[in-house]
């Protein structure tokens, strides 16, 4: 059986080009350093890309998440902590104010210092993070 010369030229032309193509494919790989340049190079090593590519940005989340979540509890710490030392002052002043020797303007200074503690009270209690 004789092949005819146009079936060889046919045959070595595909060769070429297929020979052409994954050099091409080659020289892609090596200049961007990615073996995925288009979802046509590995169908299935695109979904599991894509698949590592979620879980990624998931874990960036989670991370913000929890950045965020250390600065909300630092900030309630340090207003749970001045809270705590206004409410002790308070109480100093409210066991100074139970002295009967005391004169009317050493009550009335007392009582200033009590509406300044408020004040500072409320300021703590009004803090805010981010937009809480």
């Known amino acids: 059986m004789r092949i005819a010369n146009s079936t060889i030229v046919e045959n070595n032309l595909i060769n070429v080009q297929s020979a052409n193509d994954r050099f091409i494919r080659a020289q892609s790989t ?3 350093g990615k ?3 288009q979802p046509s190079d590995d169908p299935a090593g695109l979904s599991q890309a894509l698949s ?3 879980t ?14 250390n ?6 710490d340090t207003a749970l902590a001045q809270i705590t030392t206004q409410l002790r002052s308070a109480r100093q002043l409210a066991l100074q104010g139970a002295n009967d020797a005391l004169s009317t303007d ?3 200074a007392l009582a200033e210092q009590a509406r300044q503690i408020a004040i ?3 300021q703590v209690a009004n803090s805010t993070y981010g937009s809480r």
Do not use: K, M, P, S
């Open 120 to 122: 500072e009270l409320e």
């Open 106 to 108: 050493q009550h009335a």
């Open 56 to 69: 990624l940005d998931n874990l960036n989340q989670y991370q913000r998440n929890i950045d965020d979540a």
């Open 71 to 76: 600065g909300f509890v630092g900030l309630t």
């Open 52 to 54: 590592i590519h979620t």
């Open 35 to 37: 073996i995925l340049n």
């Open 30 to 32: 090596i200049a961007t």
